[in-house]
């Protein structure tokens, strides 16, 4: 079975664009967490969906959105883009987005704002 | 809220070497979680400890889950090149049901 797959890989953008972010989830899990991971730091909770509803979100400004589709996979947008946006975006599946579930990551999209 | 401190940031060993990394919790955990992320990777779990006191094992890989539930360890013996990466625990608190709050993490290099 295919893992999660996330795309694009790599994404350069300047200050004030928006940029969309997509993830596919493990077949069979209906979660998708959303992470943010900056350069030396662990990964950052944004946003969790199960079942097409926003479960949780972290403490992230509302320029973040995300949603997800029928088919479980997701987007993340963020508007309005900042030079401090740029980080490893990484997208978790999990089968119903349980703490206690094992989180498989995507391999991320890494965003460079200029 | 929850916060997950990792020590220590750095740690180089020459190979064979054992190694450490210490995770604190802010608050009790529910359980915890250890992953560990290759240079250039995405993280990748390696275990899940949830009962008070718990020590797992998995080859030359020993975790540990404090009494309390709010700490836990990694110890890795006798390290090989293979275990070049940064180990990162999270964890999650009874106030969230899904929310894993992760750690800095401690970046592991070693000298062959």
């Known amino acids: 079975d295919a893992g999660v797959t996330q795309s694009p890989t790599h994404l350069i953008k300047t200050r004030g664009q928006h940029v969309t972010l997509r993830c596919s989830p493990i077949s069979g899990h209906k979660s998708v967490s959303w992470y943010q991971q900056v350069l030396g730091q662990g990964p950052q909770f944004i946003f969790q969906?199960?079942?097409?509803?926003?479960?949780g979100r972290g403490n992230f400004p509302d320029r973040f959105s995300a949603r997800q589709f029928p088919n479980y996979s997701s987007e993340l947008n963020v508007n309005a883009l900042l030079l401090g946006d740029s980080a490893l975006y990484l997208c978790?599946?999990?089968?119903?987005?349980?703490?206690?579930?094992?989180?498989?990551f995507g391999p991320g999209t890494r965003l460079l704002v200029l | 809220g929850q916060q997950v401190m990792q020590i220590p940031q750095y740690q180089h060993v020459q190979e064979g070497e054992d190694f450490t990394t210490y995770c604190n919790s802010s608050t009790t955990l529910s359980n915890i979680q250890w992953y560990k992320q290759r240079p250039g990777g995405h993280p990748v779990f390696l275990i899940q400890?949830?009962?008070?006191?718990e020590v797992k094992k998995q080859k030359r890989l020993t975790f540990q889950f404090g009494e309390a539930k709010k700490n836990s360890s990694l110890h890795i013996t006798a390290t090989q090149t293979t275990d070049v990466g940064t180990y990162f625990c999270a964890g999650s608190s009874g106030g969230s049901n899904y929310k894993l709050t992760f750690g800095k993490g401690t970046l592991l290099t070693v000298n062959p």
């Open positions: 978790a599946s999990s089968l119903v987005g349980g703490s206690w579930e094992t989180q498989y």
């Open positions: 400890l949830v009962k008070s006191g």
């Open positions: 969906y199960y079942e097409k509803e926003e479960r």
